[in-house]
């Protein structure tokens, strides 16, 4: 039976203590921290989805303060910022391209989704934590305007 994601950041971190890898001790330890915040927060434990909806949230949080990092002159800090996202990335599902998004917009349009409510609705969970929310938003308004 495989490992749930949780367990698997649990074991990657006891390696990484093993291997007194800092770096990815403290990314993976944090994780794991927020993910159990969020447990305490929904009173049960997450699962799969969950924990990936809590990497995704902490990958934009850190890609975003790579942002600020850098526009603020500090582009070492941006750096690990980003390396440390890139660590996060490894245990999310595959990232989707703009076209692949717009496909699944355009097969919700012909299911029958006529507004912006239904079509976000039908994509977000698709693309959760594999493509940015905004940028899906503005493909969709987009698509609707083309029918």
Same mark, same amino acid.
């Not at 919700?108 to 912006?116: F, K, P, S, T, V």
């Not at 239904?118 to 305007?145: T, Y």
């Given at each position: 039976?495989?490992?749930?994601?949780?367990?698997?950041?649990?074991?990657? %971190?006891?390696?990484?203590?093993?291997?007194?890898?800092?770096?990815?001790?403290?990314?993976?330890?944090?994780?794991?921290?927020?993910?159990?915040?969020?447990?305490?927060?929904?009173?049960?434990? %997450?699962?799969?989805?969950?924990?990936?909806?809590?990497?995704?949230? @902490?990958?934009?949080?850190?890609?975003?303060?790579? @942002?600020?990092?850098?526009?603020?002159?500090? &582009?070492?800090?941006?750096?690990?910022?980003?390396?440390?996202?890139?660590?996060?990335?490894?245990? %999310?599902?595959?990232?989707?391209?703009?076209?692949?998004?717009?496909?699944?917009?355009?097969? %919700?349009?012909?299911?029958?989704?006529?507004?912006?409510?239904?079509?976000?609705?039908?994509?977000? &969970?698709?693309?959760?934590?594999?493509?940015?929310?905004?940028?899906?938003?503005?493909?969709?308004?987009?698509?609707?305007?083309?029918?």
């Amino acid at each position: 039976m495989k490992a749930s994601l949780k367990e698997t950041l649990r074991s990657d %971190l006891n390696e990484s203590r093993r291997e007194r890898d800092r770096e990815r001790t403290l990314v993976l330890s944090t994780a794991l921290a927020e993910i159990r915040n969020r447990e305490i927060e929904t009173g049960a434990d %997450l699962d799969d989805e969950g924990v990936r909806a809590v990497l995704a949230r @902490a990958v934009k949080q850190r890609v975003d303060a790579a @942002a600020q990092m850098r526009e603020g002159g500090r &582009p070492e800090l941006a750096a690990r910022e980003e390396d440390q996202a890139k660590m996060l990335r490894a245990y %999310l599902r595959a990232e989707l391209d703009a076209e692949r998004v717009r496909e699944i917009v355009r097969e %919700l349009i012909a299911g029958g989704a006529a507004h912006m409510g239904a079509v976000m609705s039908g994509l977000m &969970p698709e693309i959760r934590g594999r493509f940015d929310g905004k940028a899906a938003s503005a493909i969709a308004r987009e698509e609707l305007a083309n029918r």
